[in-house]
């Protein structure tokens, strides 16, 4: 079947009513597309979401990463109802809660105290337009403060957030290009630790770190080294690249260069950390400490809106011996609802001893999936770590040319597998060059049984195999 007919039959199949197609039904909902109202979900279940028709939906990818204790969890919505049955909302800056205290300390002394205190906010994004003003803010507080610092380095194919800040430190083309007069202009970006497309034919990961450690100290020389505020980097690749982890010595080179010059590293979790990839915090499997960390979609498991910016020791301090004050605030920071569901989120991934059913089910994951699609003609790439995989689809295995954007791969995918094998996939394009190149990214909750991973492949070989042939 070609992707032609595939797109059609997605979009027109017997399920097209209410999972994939165009709709007039009326909404006051601004969607993503004007012509689609997405499918009602009425009901969830652990890994499942449940439609208006009765339809039960594998939640593969927990919405963006999110659920990461599956839907609908007793434990977490008693505690919610607790926290809102006491008080719902304080403003931070007048006052504080039990509950976010205790949220703050859980994330401090899981880095050993190495982060030392949580700035808890309601997004990623929000996480993320924090670090970049307390990075700012650092250099200011210092005894002999550098005004001069006001730059940042990212790098291509990156996903920061949506908001203009956050857009701007990120790669992705595609939702950069209407807003780039908008965007930034004291940023710029470095290559992505990508070794599938990166690494020249005959390259080790040594020789492959080294080239992007230069690349990182040249863009340091080229904007002038006494100007860059900070690196900022996903510890694993999100939706841009999809679940690309970095080679090994990766972050330990970009340290070095950015502790030569006098840089903080940020370190973007929002996606790959709070336990996604094995351990609850990425950057424990790496070697390195970031100055700012940004934390979100696993802190809360989707229970409430909640994200976190970590501070490190080193900031804080700064700060103490400076102004005694971080000039920033959100009106919902710290929010005690969403504060409550998060903890209770955490506590219950501690308790049930969920990041070691992750680390364990996590390669059997990639096993499986190699195993049933490694050989595939248009799978150029499976990769991941954790419980956060993505595949790569390809026209030209050999040579690793991409399918055009306008065939509209991963779309495609993402549709047959929601219609006609009530699978959900985050999918994702630009892979490639920023317009071009297909991927999807599986992302199961942390409580994930050993059936549910095999259900979950098999599955996706089967939407892989329906489309791709």
Not at 197 to 212: I, N, Q, T, W, Y
Not at 273 to 301: N, Y
Not at 366 to 376: A, E, P, Y
Request: proline share 5%.
């Amino acid at each position: 079947m070609s992707l032609q007919q595939v797109e059609q039959s997605a979009s027109g199949g017997q399920h097209d009513h209410t999972l994939c197609a165009s709709r007039k039904t009326e909404t006051a909902i601004l969607h993503a597309k004007l012509d689609t109202v997405p499918p009602t979900i009425v009901n969830s279940r652990g890994i499942h979401l449940i439609t208006e028709d009765g339809r039960e939906i594998v939640d593969a990818s927990t919405g963006a990463a999110v659920a990461c204790i599956g839907h609908n969890n007793a434990r977490v919505n008693a505690a919610i109802m607790s926290q809102l049955n006491s008080f719902a909302y304080i403003y931070s800056p007048f006052f504080t809660s039990k509950i976010s205290e205790k949220l703050a300390k859980a994330l401090s002394d899981s880095t050993q105290n190495q982060m030392a205190k949580a700035f808890i906010v309601s997004s990623g994004t929000e996480a993320i337009e924090a670090a970049l003003k307390m990075a700012r803010q650092y250099f200011l507080e210092l005894p002999e403060p550098q005004t001069e610092r006001t730059h940042f380095i990212a790098r291509r194919q990156s996903y920061h957030g949506n908001t203009l800040g956050s857009l701007s430190v990120g790669g992705h083309f595609g939702r950069r290009a209407p807003y780039k007069p908008l965007l930034m202009g004291n940023v710029s970006h470095v290559s992505p630790c990508y070794a599938y497309r990166g690494k020249k034919p005959g390259e080790s990961d040594e020789d492959f770190v080294a080239r992007l450690a230069q690349e990182l100290e040249d863009e340091f020389q080229a904007v002038g080294p006494n100007t860059v505020c900070a690196f900022v980097a996903e510890t694993v690749s999100g939706t841009t690249l999809g679940c690309v982890p970095p080679v090994p010595g990766y972050f330990k080179a970009m340290r070095e260069v950015c502790n030569r010059h006098g840089a903080l590293l940020v370190m973007d979790e929002v996606m790959s950390g709070m336990g996604r990839c094995g351990t609850l915090h990425a950057w424990e499997q790496e070697g390195v400490v970031p100055d700012l960390q940004t934390v979100a979609k696993g802190l809360g498991g989707g229970y409430a809106p909640i994200g976190a910016l970590l501070v490190n020791k080193r900031v804080i301090d700064a700060l103490e011996k400076g102004s005694g004050a971080f000039v920033h605030s959100q009106t919902y920071q710290g929010h005690p609802v969403a504060c409550a569901a998060a903890y209770e989120v955490q506590q219950i991934m501690q308790e049930e001893n969920l990041l070691k059913n992750v680390r364990e089910l996590g390669p059997y994951m990639g096993k499986l999936l190699q195993d049933k699609l490694g050989d595939h003609p248009h799978v150029g790439d499976i990769r991941g770590r954790g419980f956060f995989w993505g595949l790569e689809f390809v026209k030209d295995k050999a040579t690793k040319e991409p399918f055009p954007v306008e065939q509209r791969v991963a779309p495609t995918v993402f549709k047959t597998g929601l219609a006609d094998h009530s699978i959900s996939f985050i999918p994702g394009s630009g892979v490639a060059d920023g317009k071009n190149g297909d991927i999807i990214q599986i992302a199961p909750p942390y409580n994930a049984s050993r059936a549910d991973i095999e259900m979950i492949a098999e599955r996706t070989a089967q939407v892989v195999r329906q489309v791709l042939g």
